[in-house]
Structures are given as structure tokens and as C-alpha cells.
T-cell receptor, first 114, second 116 residues
Framework: AQSVSQHNHHVILSEAASLELGCNYSYGGTVNLFWYVQYPGQHLQLLLKYFSGDPLVKGIKGFEAEFIKSKFSFNLRKPSVQWSDTAEYFCAVNARVSWGKLQFGAGTQVVVTP | GAGVSQSPRYKVAKRGQDVALRCDPI?????LFWYQQALGQGPEFLTYFQNEAQLDKSGLPSDRFFAERPEGSVSTLKIQRTQQEDSAVYLC??????????????FGPGTRLTVL
């Protein structure tokens, strides 16, 4: 069965620090990959997505992610975080043979301290 | 423009009660998804509609869960004889094209269901 693993449940870091969140999935076929973010009190929003092409994708708010097919990974990065990046981050995978349903990881709660 | 809306935002039910949760997708969106998010977990897929057709209901946890989208727009998720384990946030998402195409899903704010 398809699964998505996020390496950290909670991350605390200071403003201007670099952030990297790990995501691995288990599925042998072709996938679409997503990172969603949920700011406090808000709904899930798409941060970035990978369908095909350049494995390094850039999203909103300075985030980027790299798809490494051989490692079944799609790690999220931001070089310098801000207090406003405090949120929960979800990695999600969609197997192209499915109806488009997303399989989510458990999420990583990121707290950025001033 | 308006995003996905859901109502009610919060629902408290006594065990055994029936509940109905509503989703208004973005106008014109073909695909509609329901997800269940338990506390501390990521959302889990429940069911998928393409227009009015329910093409996948493999994620519905039991036959107490029923979803419909009769006119291909608004959708209702109904839970009969609610149990405490049904307590979760129920998320609705819509997408402009048919699933399987390269479409992003837009999520609503969710309905937080608490079963006492």
C-alpha cells in the first residue's frame, strides 16, 4: 500500500535559520508530489507541486523542494525562515493511476521563534 | 473569487446521532474530494466525485458514512449513528479538472466534528 512518511513531527528554530523537512513515499509507479501548509487558524494551502520536468521546484514564500526519484523523496527547504512560517506542513502524494486522491504524511509542526 | 466553503464549521453530536456536513466547492470545479483528519494526523481520503458521479468511495470507514453530490456542485457527507471515533475534522477539496489530470486540489476550512 502507498504511504508517506515525514521525518519530524515537531521542529523549532529561530528566525533566519534554514529549514529542511523530509518526506519519503512508498509507491513504485509515477506520482505527483505536493507540499501543503496550514497556518494557524487557516485552511490547507498549496505550497508547491511537482508533476514532471525539473526535479527542483520553487513554490510560494521562498520555499523549494527537490524530487529525488531514486530515494523516493521530496524534501522541502527554505534558506532563511521567518516568524510567519510558523505552521504545519504536510507532504502529499498522488499516484497517477488513481483518481487523484492525495495520500498525506502525518505533518510537521514548525515553530519559528523571533 | 470564493474558495471552498464548508458548513457547519463546528458540530457537536451525541453518540448515536446522525450528522450532515456540507461542502460548497469552487464554482465550475469538476472534481470533489472528502478527507478525514484525526487529531495529530494528516488528512485521509474518504471519497471522490467527478461531477455527480461518485467514482471512488474506498476510504469511507463504514457503511454509516454516506456522501452525495446530486447536481454535481454542492456535496453532503452524512454520518449515521455517530461514534466517538468519528470525531475529526472533515475536509472538502475541489479541483477544476477530472482527477488523474494535473490538477491542484483547493481545500475548504473543514468541519470539526466532536462526538460526545
Amino acid at each position: 500500500a502507498q504511504s508517506v512518511s515525514q521525518h519530524n513531527h515537531h521542529v523549532i528554530l529561530s528566525e533566519a535559520a534554514s529549514l529542511e523537512l523530509g518526506c519519503n513515499y512508498s509507491y513504485g509507479g509515477t506520482v505527483n508530489l505536493f507540499w501543503y501548509v496550514q497556518y494557524p487558524g487557516q485552511h490547507l494551502q498549496l505550497l508547491l507541486k511537482y508533476f514532471s520536468g525539473d526535479p527542483l521546484v520553487k513554490g510560494i514564500k521562498g520555499f523549494e523542494a527537490e524530487f529525488i526519484k531514486s530515494k523516493f523523496s521530496f524534501n522541502l527547504r527554505k534558506p532563511s525562515v521567518q516568524w510567519s512560517d510558523t505552521a504545519e506542513y504536510f507532504c502529499a502524494v498522488n499516484a497517477r493511476v488513481s483518481w487523484g486522491k492525495l495520500q498525506f504524511g502525518a505533518g510537521t509542526q514548525v515553530v519559528v521563534t523571533p | 473569487g470564493a474558495g471552498v466553503s464548508q458548513s457547519p464549521r463546528y458540530k457537536v453530536a451525541k453518540r448515536g446521532q446522525d450528522v450532515a456536513l456540507r461542502c460548497d466547492p469552487i464554482s465550475g470545479h469538476v472534481s470533489l474530494f472528502w478527507y478525514q483528519q484525526a487529531l495529530g494526523q494528516g488528512p485521509e481520503f474518504l471519497t471522490y466525485f467527478q461531477n455527480e458521479a461518485q467514482l471512488d468511495k474506498s476510504g469511507l470507514p463504514s457503511d454509516r458514512f454516506f456522501a452525495e453530490r446530486p447536481e454535481g456542485s454542492v456535496s453532503t457527507l452524512k454520518i449515521q449513528r455517530t461514534q466517538q471515533e468519528d470525531s475529526a475534522v472533515y475536509l472538502c477539496a475541489s479541483s477544476p479538472g477530472r482527477a488523474g489530470h494535473y490538477n491542484e486540489q483547493f481545500f475548504g476550512p473543514g468541519t470539526r466534528l466532536t462526538v460526545l
